[in-house]
């Protein structure tokens, strides 16, 4: 079984503009949910999203959305980049919603903005 | 609010020396308790879990038990190798938050042959 794919693996971006990252769930699996992961915050949860509906969010910015297509895969988006956006962006999938935190994650995409 | 304090690494260790990585956490109602594990370049790897208090977790020999009285989930190993060199992360999850997980920030581990 094919696990979580992440596209594309790495992006520079320049301040101030935008960028849109990809996730491909394994197969079956319809929550997706997203971390951002910086050396001096750690591990932040983004949202969550289960069957196309924005299920829980963390505590950033508008500037970070996202969404989830009815095949389950997902973007996130985020506008206006700023310089402290730089970090790896992790996406992981599970097979329904509140899975207890049995995530399966993807590679990442390191985004450095300059 | 919810949190997950473990100990600062890097942790360093000869090929099959025992090992402890500590982590403690402070929530509301009752989490589940997980063990992440992270090879370099990769994602995230679930190494071991435990739903309710007592409730031990094992998986590759590595071993956690979920203390209630204590708030601890401390990670054990009892003979390192060097392919367990990795950055080892401990998270909570709380049952109405859906998938969030809180992390710890994370404990460096290098095992030398």
């Known amino acids: 079984k094919a696990g979580v794919t992440q596209t594309p693996r790495y992006l520079i971006k320049t301040r101030g503009q935008q960028v849109t990252l990809s996730c491909s769930p394994i197969?079956?699996?319809?929550?997706v949910s997203w971390y951002q992961q910086t050396p001096g915050q750690g591990l932040q949860f983004l949202f969550e999203?289960?069957?196309?509906?924005?299920?829980n969010k963390g505590n950033f910015p508008g500037r970070f959305s996202g969404r989830q297509f009815s095949n389950s895969r997902s973007e996130m988006n985020v506008s206006t980049l700023e310089l402290g956006d730089s970090a790896l962006y992790l996406c992981?999938?599970?097979?329904?919603?509140?899975?207890?935190?049995?995530?399966?994650f993807g590679n990442g995409t390191r985004l450095t903005v300059t | 609010g919810d949190s997950v304090t473990q100990m600062e690494g890097p942790v360093t260790l000869s090929e099959e020396a025992f090992l402890t990585i500590n982590c403690t956490y402070t929530?509301?109602?009752?989490?589940?308790l997980f063990w992440y594990v992270q090879y370099p370049g990769e994602g995230l790897q679930l190494l071991l879990k435990?739903?309710?208090?007592?409730d031990k977790g094992s998986n590759k020999g590595f071993e956690a038990t979920y203390r209630k009285e204590t708030t601890s989930f401390h990670l054990e190993k009892g003979s390192v190798q060097v392919s367990d060199s990795a950055v080892y992360f401990c998270?909570?999850?709380?049952?109405?938050?859906?998938?969030?997980?809180?992390f710890g920030k994370g404990t460096t581990l290098s095992v030398s042959s």
């Open positions: 992981a999938s599970s097979p329904s919603a509140g899975a207890k935190g049995d995530l399966h």
């Open positions: 197969s079956g699996h319809r929550s």
């Open positions: 999203y289960f069957s196309e509906t924005q299920r």
């Open positions: 929530a509301t109602g009752y989490p589940s």
């Open positions: 435990a739903t309710k208090a007592d």
């Open positions: 998270a909570l999850s709380v049952s109405q938050a859906g998938t969030a997980l809180i």
